[in-house]
Each structure stands twice: as C-alpha cells, then as structure tokens.
C-alpha cells in the first residue's frame, strides 16, 4: 500500500463493480442467472431463452419468446464481403484468433454500431445481429477449416439446431441431427452463458467503458477467453489426458507433476477463483459425459482418465489444502469431441455460449453509465535522473 493506493494482482479481494446478472456462491458451489439456478435452466431451459433472461432479466413469454427468435432469424447471415476475411486466414490459423478478428470486423459492415451513444433501438438491433450472426461465424470457421463449403443458416431450425446443421450439415445432402446432440449442446451452451466478473467478462465491461463499440468489446473478450488458464483450458485439459493417455494412463505420475513447483505443470481445468468448494456446472457436465457417450455409443478412453484423475486428486492433501476442484472446463472437451468437434474449436464454443453473458455485463455496464476503467499502481521504477546523449553512453 502506498498513499491511498492498494495494489490486489489478479483483483483477489477487488470488487469491480454492482451487477445484478450473475450470483456465485464459491464456498456452496451455487450459481444463478437473474436468480434462477443453473441446474433448473440447464434442465428446462433453452439457450436463447437464457440469452433472454441474461440480457433482458426476465424470463420471456412464448410471444415476446417467439418476437426475440423471428429477430434474430432474420439477422443470421453476415455480409458476404466477410468471406473475404475467411479465406485471409492460413487453413491451420487457430480457431480464437479468427473468431476474435472476424467480431470485431462486424462494425465495418453493421455502422449503426459505431454510434457511442445509440437508442435503445439501435444498441438492441446491434445486440441482436451479433446474438444472429455469431453461429454462423463460429460454424464458417469451421467449414473452413476442413475445406469444405459453408452451410448457410436455416431460418426455420431453432438456434442451436441450426448452429449444428451449418457446422455438421452438408451442401449435397440434408443431414439428421440426433436430438440428444442438439439437448445436450443447448445444455453445455446454457452452463457457459454467465459467471460474473470472470477474466474476460471484465474485459468486456473494461473495453466498452471506453465507450467502444460492442463488436470491439466482445471480440477483446474473446482474446482474453482463448488464454489456457481461462477459456482456453477446455482445449488444454483434452490434451492433457491424451498425453496422459500415451504416456500409459499414470494419472499419479502426472498428479506429483501438478504438485512439483520445479515443474511448470498444471493440471488443466482444476481449481478456480471463486469455487473453493465444487464448480457446479462440472457436476452437470460430468453428468452429461456419461448420458452424451452412451447415447452415442461412444467409449473415450479419456473420460475414465479425466474420472481417475478426479478421484485421486480429491484424496490428495495438496488438492485439499488447496481446494481444487473440477472446473467447468475438466468435462466440456470430451462432450464436445464425442459430439464430433476438434479440439482446437472447443475454447470457440465457450465463446459462443459467454456471448450473451458478455453481451449482458456490457449492457448493464452502459446502462450504469460507469465511468471509464482507469486503475492505478504504485511506481517502482527509477527516480528522476537526465538524459545521456547518445556519444556520452
Ligand atoms: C475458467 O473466473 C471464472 O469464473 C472463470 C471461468 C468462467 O466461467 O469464466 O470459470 C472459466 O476459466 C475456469 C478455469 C480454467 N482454468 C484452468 O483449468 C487452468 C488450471 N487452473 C489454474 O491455473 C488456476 O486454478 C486458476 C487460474 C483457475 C485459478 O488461479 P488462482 O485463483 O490465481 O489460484 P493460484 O494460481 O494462485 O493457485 C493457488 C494455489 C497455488 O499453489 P501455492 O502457490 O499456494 O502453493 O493452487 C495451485 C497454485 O500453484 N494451483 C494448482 C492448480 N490451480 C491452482 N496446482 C496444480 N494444478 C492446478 N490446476
């Protein structure tokens, strides 16, 4: 401390701001949009219907449901031109990095989004377009990657059946998406919708403080998540267990490598800054793993080492000590891969379920009118000293 000044790295023990969005409850492991639980949104809820209740605060009714749905189908294309910037990027370009570049070009295309101090018509339109335009972004990135042609948006499925038919979908042939993918991915999407003032949510609200664009301030948030030991961590924990896996399954040899301080090695998608108890949408998750397999017929190998290394790792005094638990991001990777996605394009998915929780923290953030985001710091660099011409040094 120095002054009036108090430096807390990371924010540990710093509030940011009031947000009536998103309640956390580290020690109970409890969670809630607007106050409904995660678990009952997860079970009875759907993914645009908790993109609602996070950006609007309340849950919808079938009128005002079906109004917000017609809205977004009609904004689900994205300009043309944009293909422009796909076809840009290197074929094994990372999945984030064109995500992050390709939200933050909407503002090229979609102008109303520039204006610092919009309606409330223009700043919805705005929302509205990125809520539309984001599954199709994420599946083009995809189609993308693989060569193959993009699947256009199908204005008659719902959101999330129709992200999964651009992504899975063929142009030669219409494909049946099994209904257990579409549920279990609504649920996936409705674990990572919100979670206070995580890494890169405050991005978000720092970035629009400025009174930058949405566009801008989401695509900020998408760099920030694609760091390993934030979104990024569902893609590290897959390869993680694999090189467990190649390494002949010794989850204890790796447990003692996590512990290590000599050894960089963490042991990815374990601990979290606010649960020191249970995450409770990894329960949810760990659930859904073992329902989504079996559905699917799947055996993944990697599942039993990612249950393996749970259970040594609760019994583990440096775990304990520590509270370090499964985090959201231990479980998601083997869903998504057994619901066929690479891995490389896992951390995108967490994009576009934090989408409308970026989108509601931001929004609040304006209706606040916050003032801009500005910290300060305790100088410890040199005192004042004169300059050395270049022939004296
Ligand atoms: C997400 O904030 C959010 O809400 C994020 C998120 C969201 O929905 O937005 O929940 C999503 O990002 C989940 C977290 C995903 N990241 C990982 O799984 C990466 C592995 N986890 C860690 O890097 C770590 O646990 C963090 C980043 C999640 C939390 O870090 P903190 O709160 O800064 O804690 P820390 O690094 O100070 O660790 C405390 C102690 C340290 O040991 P000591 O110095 O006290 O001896 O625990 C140790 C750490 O070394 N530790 C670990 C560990 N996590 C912490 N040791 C081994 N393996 C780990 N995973």
Not at 127 to 154: D, E, N, Q
Not at 298 to 321: G, M, R, T, W
Request: one cysteine or more; aromatic letters at 10%.
């Amino acid at each position: 401390v120095s002054g009036a000044i108090t430096v807390d790295p990371g924010y540990k023990n710093t509030g940011a701001t009031k947000s009536a969005i998103t309640f956390l409850d580290g020690e109970k492991g409890v969670l809630r949009y607007r106050g409904y639980p995660i678990e009952q949104l997860a079970e009875h809820s759907t993914f645009l219907e908790v993109a609602y209740l996070l950006i609007y605060g309340e849950l919808p009714s079938s009128d005002t449901l079906l109004d917000f749905r017609k809205k977004i189908s009609r904004h689900t294309l994205i300009h043309e031109d944009m293909k422009k910037f796909f076809d840009g990027f290197p074929s094994k370009s990372h999945p984030m990095g064109q995500l992050s570049c390709l939200v933050g070009a909407l503002s090229a295309f979609y102008p109303e989004s520039l204006n610092p101090n919009p309606s409330e018509e223009e700043e919805n339109l705005t929302i509205i377009k990125l809520l539309a335009k984001m599954p199709t972004i994420v599946s083009w990135i995809y189609k993308k990657s693989l060569g193959h042609p993009v699947i256009y948006p199908r204005n008659e499925l719902n959101y999330v059946h129709n992200f999964l038919n651009m992504t899975f979908g063929q142009i030669t042939e219409d494909i049946v998406i099994d209904k257990s993918v579409v549920s279990a991915m609504h649920k996936l999407l409705i674990l990572h919708a919100d979670h206070e003032q995580n890494c890169s949510t405050s991005t978000v609200r720092i970035v629009g403080s400025s009174n930058a664009n949405l566009y801008a301030s989401i695509s900020a948030g998408i760099s920030a998540l694609w760091g390993p030991l934030h979104g990024g961590a569902n893609q590290a924990v897959i390869e993680m267990l694999e090189n467990i896996k190649n390494d002949g399954g010794n989850s204890a040899k790796w447990l003692a490598k996590a512990k290590d301080k000599n050894d960089p090695f963490r042991l990815m998608g374990f601990g979290h800054r606010v649960y020191k108890n249970f995450d409770p949408r990894a329960k949810i998750i760990k659930k859904a793993c073992d329902e989504v397999l079996d559905k699917l017929g799947i055996n993944d190998p990697v599942l039993d080492i990612a249950k393996e290394l749970e259970e040594a790792a609760l019994k583990d005094q440096y775990f304990v000590d520590r509270k370090l638990y499964p985090n959201v991001d231990f479980y998601s990777g083997i869903i998504y891969r057994a619901l066929g996605f690479p891995t490389d394009m896992f951390t995108v998915l967490f994009a576009l379920g934090r989408l409308p929780g970026w989108i509601a923290q931001w929004k609040e953030m304006k209706a606040n009118k916050e003032p801009i985001g500005r910290p300060r710091q305790i100088y410890t660099g040199s005192t004042i000293r004169d300059y050395v011409p270049l022939d004296q040094r």
